[in-house]
T-cell receptor
Framework: DAGVIQSPRHEVTEMGQEVTLRCKPISGHDYLFWYRQTMMRGLELLIYFNNNVPIDDSGMPEDRFSAKMPNASFSTLKIQPSEPRDSAVYFC????????????FGPGTRLTVT | GNSVTQMEGPVTLSEEAFLTINCTYTATGYPSLFWYVQYPGEGLQLLLKATKADDKGSNKGFEATYRKETTSFHLEKGSVQVSDSAVYFCALRQGAQKLVFGQGTRLTINP
């Protein structure tokens, strides 16, 4: 299995621009998570889905952030408009209820907003 | 709410030294506890876990015991290698799917 795939691996954009991060979970997994990692705040859960339905988005920082999961094999996290404080590494993870919900993480997308 | 506190890093050791990274947690009830490892440029990988009190998780020479009385889950390894250099995260999960992570401890092993 290829594991969780994220793209792009690095993104540099200017303040005010729209940014879209992409994630392909492991085939067959029924949960998908988006995390953000910064030096100041560590690892934070932003949102998670179960069977493509958003379950908890309480970690989404503000309305500029949105996430979708149109099907079981694809999810996006969008920031519009982006701000310098959004600079971070964004991780996607997936899990399967029948495998004790163990979360498998992707390699992350390093976002820099200038 | 639930929280996890790890010893602050960075931690620097010589090869073959004994490693302890402290982790304590605050939670109602009985969470599952985890240690994840993050190698440079990679995502997090599950290192070991324990789901109930007095359970010992172990993997790749690392061990951690779920201590309910001290609300701790300290990570230990008897003889570290250069390849163990990474960032280590303690985490808990209770009920739903949400993992709560500690702040991470950067470990560097010198040859």
């Amino acid at each position: 299995d290829a594991g969780v795939i994220q793209s792009p691996r690095h993104e540099v954009t200017e303040m005010g621009q729209e940014v879209t991060l992409r994630c392909k979970p492991i085939s067959g997994h029924d949960y998908l998570f988006w995390y953000r990692q910064t030096m100041m705040r560590g690892l934070e859960l932003l949102i998670y889905f179960n069977n493509n339905v958003p379950i908890d988005d309480s970690g989404m920082p503000e309305d500029r952030f949105s996430a979708k999961m149109p099907n079981a094999s694809f999810s996006t996290l969008k920031i519009q408009p982006s701000e310098p404080r959004d600079s971070a590494v964004y991780f996607c993870a997936s899990s399967f209820a029948r495998l004790d919900y163990e979360q498998y993480f992707g390699p992350g997308t390093r976002l820099t907003v200038t | 709410g639930n929280s996890v506190t790890q010893m602050e890093g960075p931690v620097t050791l010589s090869e073959e030294a004994f490693l302890t990274i402290n982790c304590t947690y605050t939670a109602t009830g009985y969470p599952s506890l985890f240690w994840y490892v993050q190698y440079p440029g990679e995502g997090l990988q599950l290192l070991l876990k324990a789901t109930k009190a007095d359970d010992k998780g172990s993997n790749k020479g690392f061990e951690a015991t779920y201590r309910k009385e001290t609300t701790s889950f300290h990570l230990e390894k008897g003889s570290v290698q250069v390849s163990d250099s990474a960032v280590y995260f303690c985490a808990l999960r209770q009920g739903a799917q949400k993992l709560v992570f500690g702040q991470g401890t950067r470990l560097t092993i010198n040859p």
